[in-house]
């Protein structure tokens, strides 16, 4: 597990945009990443994966189509662009990546156990 630090969230109406941003403190940044969520009184989802070289993504069901995630490894840097904002997209969110895995479905079955600060985002309607 990495140190991460994330960034870029606010508060949007309903159906507007927002990115978010997750830079990695580390000089080699050679695995896959994901985005999470928590949202009040509800368990921390996985939300979106990039695979080392972003050949690979992934994505679940409820963001498919409107989020689109990427990554810059010369910036260390991983991104989370989110469109057609709904307001159950209201929740904290956070990064995470784990250097055993190389695509982004390997995120998607990791279990995490340290997490940065995360970034706030609120859809309001």
């Known amino acids: 597990q990495v140190q991460v630090v994330e960034s870029g969230g606010g508060v949007v109406q309903a159906g507007g945009s927002l990115r978010v941003s997750c830079v990695v403190s580390e000089r080699t940044f050679a695995y896959a990443m994901g985005w999470f969520r928590q949202a009040p009184g509800k368990e921390r989802e996985f939300v979106a994966a990039i695979g080392r070289n972003g050949g690979s993504t992934a994505y679940v069901d409820s963001v498919q189509d409107r989020f689109t995630i990427s990554r810059d490894n010369a910036k260390s840097t991983v991104y989370l662009q989110m469109n057609s904002l709904k307001s159950e997209d209201t929740a904290v969110y956070y990064c995470?990546?784990?250097?055993?895995?190389?695509?982004?479905?390997?995120?998607?079955?990791?279990?995490?156990?340290?997490w940065g600060q995360g970034t706030q985002v609120t859809v309001s309607s």
């Open positions: 995470n990546g784990d250097s055993k895995c190389t695509r982004a479905i390997c995120i998607a079955r990791s279990n995490f156990t340290s």
